[in-house]
């Protein structure tokens, strides 16, 4: 799906929300849920493009496969929790949104570590003494 036609049923998904939120606001919550998911299955594959392009780039440079997934697997804790964030204030649910913000911060940072750690001992391989 191209992004005039994301932006085209966006902007159709918006004018039945609007409309939905007056009467039936459950509705609208759900609507907003099927349309996000919409698009990210859409998008499924240009998801996997990428992650192939950068499969391929990491086996060109020979750069060790576990930073790749490690970066991957934020990106996708990213991701999801930014899609579930906006669902939940969607849903009126600001609160809840924040936790998933702020659990999704904790989660990325946990599996930065490993990360931080080969940057600091290649740093600290570099310093004579």
Known sequence: MEIAQIIG???????FLLILRQEKPVMAVLLSIVFAVVVFTFLMDKMASIVEVLKELTRRAEINYFFLTTILKILGVAYLAEFAASICIDAGE???????????????GVLAIPI???????????MPG
Not at 94 to 108: D, L, M, N, Y
Request: proline share 0%; net charge neutral; glycine share 0%.
């Open 9 to 15: 049923l966006a902007l159709l998904t918006t004018i």
């Open 94 to 108: 600001q609160a809840v949104a924040k936790k998933v913000e702020f659990a999704a911060k904790i989660i990325i």
């Open 116 to 126: 931080i750690v080969a940057i600091l001992e290649s740093l600290l391989e570099l």
